[in-house]
Structures are given as C-alpha cells and as structure tokens.
C-alpha cells in the first residue's frame, strides 16, 4: 500500500492511469458490458462497483478541461423504460472532485462501443446497475 493511493486502486490499474496522456479515454464498464471482447487493455477490478472505483479514480485522474464533456455515459436505448438511478450518484461524486463540472455526453449504445474499442483501457466491474458505464477524458496536471 501506498499513502495517497485509496486502496481500490490496483497496482494494474496505478500503472494504466500513469500511462495515459492527455485526451486518453478511461472506460469504468458495468458487470454487464462486454469488456474483454472490447479492450485494448483490460483491467479487472471484481468485487467493485462503478462509484467506488470513480471517486478513488478521481482523486488521481485529471479530466480534460478544454474539452465541453470530458465525461460520457452509455445513453438509454430508445424504448428502454430504465431511469439509471446511478448517473446521480456518478454526479455527486464528480461535483465534489470537479466543482466546474457541467453535464455528462450521453452516447448512443453502439457508438459508446465504438468508442470503448478506441478507449486506452477499460476497467471491467462488477457494477450491478443498468447503463452504468462511464468513460473519462483524460486531461493535464498544470504546474
């Protein structure tokens, strides 16, 4: 263990999140999206859920601030009655880390797949929630 780092984190994932540069996208998939057959790099945290792995995410992880929405979510797909009730609680967990934060980029099913085969990595959890799957922009640490 290390001082600073929250303990969900994963040496793995320590790793991925030090590679990436600026404008590199970091997928948190649900326990139901198809990470492995998706990923260029594929990070497993089980036993996880989305929220906890997104706020000890941000304590380290800059998002991109010279982009309009350094945060997409997997948008409802038409005629599906689910209300996520956990893009409230991603929310609150953002606000407190990003105060400037305005709204998420909701992105079509198919084309936020086409966007997670592109991401640096996806990070595979065991999140039980419907359409729970976040993408984060990475951006850069000013001196």
Do not use: C, T
Not at 59 to 81: N, R
């Amino acid at each position: 263990m290390l001082k600073g780092i929250p303990p969900v984190i994963s040496p793995e994932l320590l790793k991925i999140l030090m590679e990436m540069g600026h404008g590199d996208e970091l997928v948190i998939a649900d326990g139901n999206f198809p990470a492995a057959s998706m990923a260029q790099r594929l990070v497993r945290a089980d036993g996880l859920n989305g929220p906890v792995l997104l706020e000890a995410i941000l304590q380290l992880f800059p998002l991109d601030q010279y982009v309009e929405q350094p945060i997409a979510l997997m948008a409802v797909v038409p005629g599906d009655s689910v209300q996520p009730i956990i893009w409230e609680e991603y929310r609150s967990i953002i606000k407190n880390s990003e105060p400037g934060f305005n709204d998420f980029e909701f992105v079509e099913r198919f084309a936020f797949y086409e966007r997670a085969k592109k991401a640096y990595a996806v990070l595979a959890s065991s999140e039980f929630a419907l359409y729970a799957n976040i993408i984060l922009k990475k951006g850069v640490i000013k001196a």
